[in-house]
């Protein structure tokens, strides 16, 4: 199976920080790797497809990038809103799917 | 408007079963994969069970192995998840969600694009 591993668990940002995100993949997954949002009490929403695209109707200060076995996800100007956990997932081994642990953002 | 709706949540004895359903509506359930996916209370997201859009390939997590069967309906729209000899770690909000495939050059990618608001399962005594 393929591990995913997220750092940091937790982060503590202002708004208007520039936030970042790492994701790990425990074998070369090229860019099968998406992220998503979820806020507190709320299903998950995708951001991120393909390491790098930005889904339809998500902000332009959400980006993503990497291949291989290493990705980011960057906020380039936190909002009140994007305090929430966010994760990555690999589809690499579709239908065997698997997201990382999440990482936590909140407000410092 | 495109829309997932689960139902079928509840206590659980430990061994018992439940079966869980999601009513899909503003597309056309029958030409998406689906999956299961589930959030133990405080915990991250796991996924569960995937099932293609003619039930012709099917996978489960390792943990949900044996005891889990996932199916659909598509003439009912609907995806169903039977939990037998549930345990205790199964206790969790369950979320299903539509897998999309969307072409970039040459290459397929997969994401989960729609989900509905989940349903409770609690396994407990």
């Known amino acids: 199976d393929i591990q995913m591993t997220q750092s940091p668990s937790s982060l503590s940002a202002s708004v208007g920080d520039r936030v970042t995100i790492t994701c790990r993949a425990s074998q070369s997954i090229s860019t099968y790797l998406n992220w998503y949002q979820q806020r507190s009490g709320e299903a998950p929403k995708v951001l991120i497809y393909a390491a790098s695209s930005l889904q339809s109707g998500v902000p332009l200060r959400f980006s993503g990038s990497g291949s291989g076995t290493d990705f980011t996800l960057t906020i380039s100007s936190l909002q009140p809103e994007d305090f929430a956990t966010y994760y990555c997932?690999?589809?690499?081994?579709?239908?065997?799917?698997?997201f990382g642990q999440g990482t936590r953002l909140e407000i410092k | 408007e495109v829309q997932l709706v689960e139902s079928g949540g509840g206590l659980g004895q430990p061994g018992g079963s439940l079966r869980l359903s999601c009513e899909a509506s503003g597309f056309t359930f029958s030409s998406y994969p689906m999956n299961w996916v589930r959030q133990a209370p405080g915990k991250g997201l796991e996924w569960v069970s995937y099932?293609?859009?003619?039930?012709?390939?099917?996978d489960y997590a390792e943990s949900v192995k044996g005891r889990f069967t996932i199916s659909r309906d598509n003439a009912k729209n609907l995806l169903y998840l039977q939990m037998n000899r549930l345990r205790a770690e199964d206790t969790a909000v369950y979320y299903c969600?539509?897998?999309?495939?969307?072409?970039?050059?040459?290459?397929?990618?997969?994401?989960?694009?729609?989900w509905g608001k989940g349903t409770t399962v609690t396994v407990s005594s």
């Open positions: 099932i293609s859009s003619r039930s012709s390939d099917i």
């Open positions: 969600a539509r897998l999309i495939r969307n072409r970039s050059g040459s290459l397929y990618y997969y994401y989960m694009d729609v």
């Open positions: 997932q690999q589809t690499y081994s579709t239908p065997s799917i698997t």
